[in-house]
């Protein structure tokens, strides 16, 4: 018997033929059942999880929120009821019901199986706490049984929409045991990332220039009614079930491709939806009927505004300051020599404009004085050096007491008493009306802080767009090509280095009017309150290196979940550490990437059309 060794002159050979006369195996989900059924189960149970919240789950107040009233939805219910509705939507999207494939540009399976998630979590966790808290399941209502089982059903028939599994890997013939367990391992977990992937959304069919901005405009309410919502959220049941409800939420709207049309719009329009979230975030007081959020916000600007100084040293030139937070310091004791405090050994009071610009330029020399001959160095040795730095800031303030040094700084005790700011008659430490709303002083400086970030911002988004900054991301992403390319690499790196400083340094003036006090131990490299340069610099990285809003989400986020996490105790930044390294191990290029970066972390997503000059 003749065999035939040149297969390529026959149009199949035997191995092909065979392969594609076996059937390719069906798409299937994580759940085995059929996927109409587990369509009809997901929509129809969170219908029920809907109808459920409006019946009474459990039978005392004791638990926080009023669970107890039938017709009206309280406290969690809220939070499952939006989870419910999430689910309902998206699968009715799912059956192609018409207009509601609007909703899902992207991947409805997917959106349905995140929304299911939100409702799920958030109310198998109310059930959870209300057992724990008040001694046992028998404290359940009929109302926390039937959206404990409708939840689950609506779990349970998301995960059963069929998605395309990865090809399995080879296997080693030579492994064995442990081997073998982590091949399967990783095949498992490629099946579970496959099966909550979605596509990439087509582009969206040209709108109206005031329909586009109708949208980005209701957007940002909807980002103001959600943020108000969580700050203001007054027990940590509630602020623990809206985490789970945001988180799953904004992966749903993520995964159904509404987030990347919105993104889409905001990249046409820079300006307006810049201009948009400034209003929207002025108008957080106007949605406050005290002064107690007011002051969460406010010390979230100053954080934010810090770290997007930070984001042009660290996310656009690539130098990394574990000391920056030295220059924030620069800021606020140069605001408070010359504030008329009189813990102050100068005993001047100058005007807030005066103030403000000394700290920025005092801040900016204080960065010339230390970047000059420190920037020569690369990387670690960079780090180190400025750690140092920031360090031999707090010990010279804290000994510039009149015993160890000069009397400058008063020591530990810093400068206190610092007066409230009064500019052009408008004073920031009392109440006003204005619009029918009484605004208070955190109020008040918050509305000026929001100035300053956007004086950050616009120097940020100027620079970043000039030839100086991409000379930044030149040296960020190859010094020596750079170089070569005949970049100045010491002046560039020591123009962004002076720059953030100067931003530092201004937001630092305001900082010392809101805190009354300024004192060493604020400016630590690591310190239980922000702002500090572990978590500037944790901010920069979890919100997004070299964007705009990287920083001042993930500014916002870092701020305000600890703050609201007390009731955890020890425990606290235990959590906090966990979610950060789970955080920077699925999504490490941050939650608002440049496009560069994401790009550089997932070799397999689709490059964008048009990268900005900034990789933005």
């Known amino acids: ?209 005031w329909a586009e901005i109708l949208v980005i405009v209701a957007v940002m309410a909807v980002g103001l009614i959600v943020f108000s919502y969580g700050v203001g959220t007054p027990y940590d049941e509630l602020f623990v079930g809206f985490l789970i409800t945001a988180g799953f939420g904004f992966a749903a709207a993520a995964k159904a491709g509404l987030v990347a049309r919105v993104s889409a719009l905001t990249a046409k329009h820079r300006n307006i939806t810049m201009t948009g979230a400034f209003v929207a975030a002025a108008a957080f007081p106007f949605t406050q009927t005290n002064d107690q959020y007011a002051t969460i916000g406010v010390y979230i600007l100053i954080f934010a505004t810090v770290a997007l100084g930070l984001n042009i040293v660290v996310g656009l030139a690539g130098l990394l300051d574990l000391g920056y937070v030295a220059f924030l310091g620069v800021g606020a004791y140069t605001a408070a020599l010359v504030s008329g405090s009189p813990s102050s050994p100068l005993h001047v009071h100058w005007p807030f404009w005066a103030s403000a610009l000394l700290g920025a330029v005092v801040a900016m020399i204080f960065g010339v004085i230390i970047g000059a001959p420190t920037l020569r160095l690369r990387g670690d040795y960079l780090a180190i050096v400025t750690l140092g730095f920031g360090e031999i800031f707090r010990i010279t303030v804290l000994n510039m007491d009149g015993t160890s040094g000069p009397d400058v700084t008063n020591g530990s005790n810093g400068i206190s008493s610092i007066p409230n700011l009064n500019i052009l008659g408008f004073d920031f430490g009392a109440q006003h009306q204005i619009l029918g709303t009484t605004i208070g002083r955190f109020a008040n400086y918050l509305l000026l802080m929001l100035i300053i970030t956007l004086i950050v911002v616009v120097v940020f988004r100027r620079s970043s767009e000039s030839r100086i900054g991409r000379a930044w991301v030149a040296i960020r992403e190859d010094e020596t090509a750079a170089l070569a390319m005949g970049i100045n690499g010491f002046r560039v790196k020591l123009i962004a280095f002076a720059l953030g400083a100067c931003l530092a340094g201004l937001s630092g003036s305001v900082q010392a009017h809101v805190t009354y006090t300024v004192t060493p131990e604020q400016y630590q490299f690591a310190y239980a309150v922000p702002p500090n340069s572990a978590f500037l610099l944790a901010a920069v990285v979890l919100g997004g290196m070299g964007t705009i809003s990287g920083p001042l989400v993930g500014a916002s986020l870092l701020y305000l979940i600890p703050a609201k996490l007390q009731f955890l105790g020890d425990y606290q930044l235990f959590a906090f550490g966990v979610t950060l390294i789970l955080l920077m191990r699925f999504r490490p290029e941050g939650l608002i990437p440049n496009r560069r970066r994401q790009l550089e972390f997932h070799e397999d997503a689709e490059a964008p059309a048009v990268l900005s000059k900034a990789g933005v």
């Not at 195996?25 to 219908?47: E, K, V």
């Not at 199986?113 to 001694?135: D, H, P």
């Not at 579970?192 to 959304?201: G, I, N, W």
């Open 1 to 209: 018997m003749t065999t035939q060794t040149t297969p390529s002159e026959s149009p199949e050979s035997p191995e092909t033929t065979e392969t594609s006369s076996t059937p390719a195996a069906a798409p299937a989900g994580l759940i085995p059942l059929p996927a109409p059924l587990g369509r009809a189960l997901a929509t129809g149970g969170g219908a029920l999880a809907i109808v459920s919240t409006f019946m009474s789950w459990t039978w005392t107040t004791d638990f926080p929120g009023d669970l107890t009233v039938y017709g009206y939805p309280g406290g969690l219910q809220v939070l499952v009821l939006i989870g419910g509705i999430l689910t309902v939507l998206f699968g009715l999207a799912s059956y192609g019901v018409k207009g509601l494939d609007r909703l899902t540009p992207g991947s409805a399976d997917a959106a349905l199986k995140m929304a299911a998630l939100a409702a799920f979590g958030t109310a198998w966790y109310t059930v959870i706490a209300i057992s724990v808290e008040l001694g046992g399941l028998v404290n359940l209502d009929p109302g926390g049984f039937v959206v404990a089982v409708a939840t689950l059903l609506a779990l349970l028939g998301a995960l059963a929409q069929p998605f395309t599994r990865p090809e399995p890997d080879p296997v080693d013939p030579d492994d064995a045991g442990w081997e073998l367990f982590k091949h399967k391992a990783r095949q498992n977990w490629s099946t579970f990332r496959a099966a909550f992937a979605s596509e990439t959304p087509a582009p969206a069919r040209p709108l109206p220039s």
